[in-house]
């Protein structure tokens, strides 16, 4: 066999065996220009958008004072459109869902319907923001990161005003470092739709907790993009609340992770084929025309 031809077969094997090495890794980016405004993707189908001091109207205030208004933003009103829609943004807020009338298990439905989707998201760089209180039960659409599989959770130990479950009083910082803490005070109240939880995920990081020391913001890395779940909504809000929504806002990459090819999973495997080939040539030479 010549040797144009056998380097032709093993440039197809070589490529072969890349493509099957990265069968079922997570689809990476591709970036473009870094120069682009932020744009946010915000779900509000279960959003309370129409009464006098609606959550919707109130967060999105609250990103203008704080995070600034150099962005654009699409809703998301049905979330079975999220694969469609995702594509280009920066990021998913995920703004509070109290006008949910159905079970919770809505939104472990939810949940399970975007993990594959999520996933691709954050681990390529974007970031998923929740912001959560009441949705018929105390904490319900954390269900959507827990069966989405980003983020566990134990059970909510305290809620703010009311204390139906628990009382708390004020919160703090727990983690300074944390690049959500930046501009906060070190010790602020709770504003009216705040909860705490204990046992938060392990591979996440508690940045807010309550003066019992529960969680109430966490924060988690996921390949090279972020979790934020965020126990209280925009109800009412002070400051701190505004800027720590602007902060993890700001986590977002320079440029929005798009769907693609796993470029750099099949480049990684085909060096590795490529160096497995070359080592078969040495021990068996090809042969002149």
Not at 185 to 195: D, Q, R
Not at 252 to 272: H, Q, R, T
Request: charged content about 15%; glycine content about 8%; aromatic content about 10%.
């Amino acid at each position: 066999m010549g040797r144009s031809r056998v380097l032709s077969v093993l440039i197809v094997v070589a490529l072969f065996c890349a493509v099957a090495m990265t069968r079922g890794a997570p689809t990476p980016t591709a970036r473009v220009s870094a120069q682009e405004t932020p744009s946010f993707l915000f779900y509000i189908e279960y959003t309370d958008t129409t009464s006098v001091n609606n959550e919707y109207t109130n967060t999105v205030t609250a990103i203008n004072t704080t995070y600034g208004t150099d962005y654009t933003y699409e809703n998301l009103t049905d979330y079975t459109e999220l694969e469609d829609k995702i594509t280009g943004h920066y990021a998913l807020l995920i703004m509070d869902q109290e006008e949910a009338t159905l079970p919770y298990t809505t939104f472990r439905d939810i949940g399970n319907a975007w993990e594959d989707t999520l996933y691709a998201f954050v681990s390529t760089g974007g970031v998923v923001i929740l912001l959560d209180w009441d949705s018929g039960v105390f904490g319900a659409a954390r269900f959507i990161l827990e069966d989405g599989e980003l983020m566990t959770f134990g059970e909510v130990q305290a809620d703010y005003p009311d204390g139906y479950i628990g009382t708390m009083n004020s919160l703090s910082v727990a983690d300074i470092n944390d690049p959500l803490a930046n501009g906060l005070s070190a010790a602020f109240p709770p504003t009216t739709g705040t909860i705490s939880y204990n046992d938060p995920d392990p591979a996440g990081t508690v940045v807010i907790q309550d003066n019992n020391g529960y969680a109430v913001v966490i924060h988690k890395a996921i390949g090279n993009g972020h979790v934020v779940y965020m126990g209280f909504d925009f109800f009412s809000y002070g400051d701190n609340q505004m800027q720590l929504l602007a902060n993890a806002l700001s986590l977002s990459p320079p440029s929005p992770p798009i769907p693609g090819f796993p470029v750099g999973a099949v480049a990684m495997g085909l060096l590795l084929c490529l160096g497995v080939v070359t080592i078969i040539r040495r021990r068996h030479p090809t042969v002149n025309q």
